[in-house]
């Protein structure tokens, strides 16, 4: 039997946390790759808007006010390719419109592939003064857009997280190539599936100037003295899932030269700054997404 990774396991958890919150049917929860259990499941309790079907308007389901529409004044967005590990990828860009140089940002999803909510993320990272490149880790399976929803989680598991790493290796140095990229002012964000990824990725692509994981799970903590940037850990004080982990994390850091920052945000829970989930909390994920850019302002 193949033995389970620390990212592996929490994929996992998160498969079957999705479901509980009727995010996910129990086909999706479920794919060949994840060992199924023999015990019944609860049914879903709540339901969260599925990427794409949320009400009309400019953002799918957006509540927060700090939500940029398509088309926004001021800014230029694009689907851009590049080359990695024999394949092109592709992912979504946003950027100042008025072409002036500066730093860049690379977001990475969450285990439901590169959406809507994940797009509008990038486009405010673009009206703060960023480029950024929001990438589909999906690309060679012909992109998330073209997938079934419930597909998403499993097949992200299933192409492992040292691809989704060495992907973004790869959006670095195309983003590091660019005319409007000031080289090497380069920082990383990711969400749920996409912190730990970006927790990773800290670890593994020296160049990144600072990165902000929001609730991810942690790195191997042998692997955290390879950490360069400046890393930032965002938490839910009820999502224990989680934030159990922090304090060994956060022991392994202190014993590094990085600059780090561990934060706790009080009575949220897991996904809070998803603004088209039930658990979005407009007060914290606000107070999140400020740290973010003071964060970045500082190190990048």
Known sequence: MTQLGKFEKYLIEEFFDDYRAGAMTLV?????EVPRSTDPMPAPTSSSPAPGTSPAGSVPGAKSP??????????TTATVRFPARGTDISGYLARPG??????????????RGLTPHIQDVARRYAKAGYAALALDLLSREDGTAGMDPDAVPGALTQAG?????????????????????????????GFCFGGGITW?????????????????????????????AAVFGVYAELDQRITRAMPA??????????????????????????????????EQATAAWNDTLA???KYV
């Open 66 to 75: 700090l939500s940029v529409p398509e088309g926004a004044s001021g800014l």
């Open 98 to 111: 008025n072409g002036a140089v500066g730093p860049a940002v690379l977001i990475c999803h969450e285990n």
């Open 295 to 297: 964060w970045f302002a």
């Open 161 to 189: 997280a040292q691809r989704h790493v060495s992907d973004f290796a790869a959006a670095f140095d195309y983003l590091n190539a660019q005319d409007f990229v000031d080289e090497g002012r380069i920082a990383m964000n």
């Open 249 to 282: 994390l956060r022991d392994a850091l202190a014993k590094t030269a990085v600059p780090y920052e561990l934060k706790v945000y009080p009575g949220v829970d897991h996904a809070f700054h998803n603004d088209i989930g039930e658990r979005y909390n407009q």
């Open 200 to 228: 990773q990725a800290a670890t593994a692509i020296p160049g990144l100037k600072a990165t902000w994981a929001f609730y991810g799970p942690s790195p191997d903590l042998d692997k955290v003295p390879a950490i360069m």
């Open 28 to 32: 999706g929860c479920t794919p060949e």
